[in-house]
């Protein structure tokens, strides 16, 4: 069998050029990293503004497990799918971290025959966005620093510096860190702290920017540090906003890429859903809106934290308005989640099924506590049997869900069929009322206790004394209307990683809250989650070469 690199090397991709042109984009209004990527120019982002909006799809999936769900891989075989059926489809989906594609989980482009290419570029480097998301986080860090050492005019108390140096790299070393030893011209010694740069305020303003004087506002909100009146001090205030902006510029721009199919693929952003909002850029979405009747995108992890943020931070700023859900599954990981062995989910095991499914229940219930009509698709394996499958479908169809079976990851596009045939029929029969979860008149906890309650199924929150402080600090300052973006762990609807099904009788632990002002959301840090992941025992980086011939081997 064919590895997914292996599978992608060996495509014949169109320029991208001829991609652009099968959505109206002519090769002036494109600006080209060599021959099969480009950026939309800000006169084709302008030019399109006036189109009419196609079908917004958006794609999530149960909790993560180690057995797999393929969310991305369903995202793009859709999108090749709706093209074998005639239909004018593109899709919106972020771009991958560094940090997980040398650690565990390896990249996310896809797999099978249902990948975005080149893959390894896109995995990899890509157009550079990440890195300049990096430098401008680190120019407001070294900016911080430097005006203490030039005199303190803002008066920062160096004990009150809430803004972090990032990297896109797993790298736990860096969490905790002291800088400024040495001399007197080395700076003060503080305590600093990293997080990775997908997880950082600036990948979130970058999603969440319209334009460039949006962007622009945004950065010059962020709350870097405080005084020693306990008053916030901005970006606008140590007058980093146009370097951070400058840096910026081709970053703000979406990327276009191409399917093994040649659908066509808006790629942009990449905030981590368990730590930030886990979705593309607005701006990528709302183009792809304007290009194609049917925008495919897809929000990070399980339904409980990509779903949640993109329906309660993305939509709510943005105004977009989803008119469907997709909701990934697969008979392994349903097993797992009902107790069976990861070296055992090759064998039918209805019995742990039947008892994995609260989890895949619990998802279909919060989805449409939005208002948004829900498909159920399982991404099949070759080791699922028919009692297993029907099963699920029978289960979905019960709880008034669409249901089709997915095999894009063996057949591409064709394997895809059933699934944006059932959705067509969905989209065409059932209306969507989307609306958000809350108010935004509610009070912060009280917005994290919807959230635990009514999303995750908590009894209740528990927040420490920091963290109800820094709430109640937050709401004095005026971000009190600002929607919530929990850090939870992605493992399970909990925040403890080994409660896996729907567990019960649980609560939710919130240890820490801030507020990412640019973003526009206040970030409440639950259980043990972190922001610098840390790399495993037996890294995928381990695996990784290139040959003389610079062919790259062992991504994923």
Request: one cysteine or more; aromatic letters at 6%; charged letters at 25%.
């Amino acid at each position: 069998m064919k590895t997914d690199i292996q599978i992608a090397q060996e495509a014949v991709m169109k320029p991208i050029t001829e991609i652009a042109r099968t959505i109206g984009i002519e090769e002036g209004e494109l600006e080209l990293y060599g021959t099969y990527k480009a950026k939309l120019s800000e006169a084709y982002m302008e030019r399109m503004k006036g189109q009419p909006d196609g079908k917004l799809i958006l794609v999530t999936a149960i909790n993560p497990t180690p057995a797999g769900e393929g969310k991305t891989t369903t995202s793009i075989g859709l999108g090749q799918a709706f093209g074998k059926l005639g239909k004018k489809a593109i899709l919106a989906l972020r771009e991958p971290s560094l940090g997980p594609c040398f650690g565990v989980k390896g990249g996310a482009a896809g797999g099978g025959y249902a990948q975005l290419v080149p893959m390894e570029d896109l995995n990899l480097h890509f157009t550079g966005d990440f890195h300049a998301v990096t430098s401008a986080n680190n120019l407001l860090a070294a900016l911080i620093d430097n005006h203490i050492q030039q005199g303190n005019e803002l008066g920062i108390d160096p004990r009150q510096i809430v803004w972090k140096r990032c990297e896109d790299m797993n790298d736990r070393a860096l969490r905790n860190v002291v800088i400024g030893l040495g001399g007197r011209t080395d700076g003060f010694v503080r305590e600093d702290h990293f997080v990775i740069t997908v997880a950082s305020e600036i990948m979130a303003i970058l999603c969440l920017a319209e334009d460039m004087k949006d962007l622009k506002e945004r950065l010059g909100k962020i709350v870097a540090a405080y005084n020693f009146d306990g008053e916030p001090v901005t970006a606008g205030d140590l007058k980093a906003v146009g370097a951070m902006a400058a840096l910026l510029k081709d970053a703000l721009k979406p990327n276009l890429i191409q399917t093994l199919e040649h659908t066509p693929a808006l790629v942009h952003g990449g905030p981590f859903a368990n730590i930030a909002h886990g979705c593309n850029s607005v701006r990528a979405t709302k183009a792809a809106l304007k290009m194609a009747d049917y925008c495919i995108t897809e929000a990070g992890f399980g339904a409980d934290l990509g779903a949640e943020k993109f329906f309660d931070i993305k939509c709510r700023i943005s105004g977009l308005k989803p008119d469907a859900a997709v909701l990934v599954a697969t008979v392994r990981a349903l097993k797992y989640n009902g107790g069976a062995a990861k070296a055992d989910l090759n064998k039918e095991d209805v019995a742990a099924l039947k008892k994995g499914i609260v989890n895949l229940e619990k998802h279909i219930e919060n989805l449409k506590k939005f208002g948004v009509p829900v498909v159920v698709t399982l991404n099949s394996f070759a080791t699922d049997t028919v009692e297993e499958v029907s099963f699920v479908k029978d289960f979905c169809e019960e709880r008034g869900c669409e249901f089709a079976l997915s095999q894009v990851w063996e057949k591409g596009g064709e394997g895809g069929i059933e699934l944006a045939r059932k959705l067509m029929e969905t989209l065409e029969k059932k209306e969507s009322r989307f609306h958000v979860l809350y108010e935004d008149d509610l009070g912060l906890r009280e917005k994290i206790t919807m959230i635990a309650k009514e999303v995750y199924g908590a009894n209740c929150v528990n927040f420490s004394p920091a963290a109800a402080r820094q709430l109640e600090k937050l709401e004095k300052l005026g971000f009190g209307a600002l929607p919530v973006c929990m850090a939870k762990n992605q493992y399970s609807l909990s925040d403890d990683p080994a409660l896996l099904g729907r567990p019960e009788n649980f609560e939710i632990n919130v240890r820490e809250a801030y507020v990412s002002a640019g973003a526009g959301f206040v970030v409440a840090l639950t259980g043990a989650v972190m922001t610098m992941p840390g790399l495993p025992k037996s890294p995928a980086a381990y695996r990784i070469d290139v040959d003389e011939n610079g062919v790259i081997t062992g991504l994923f």
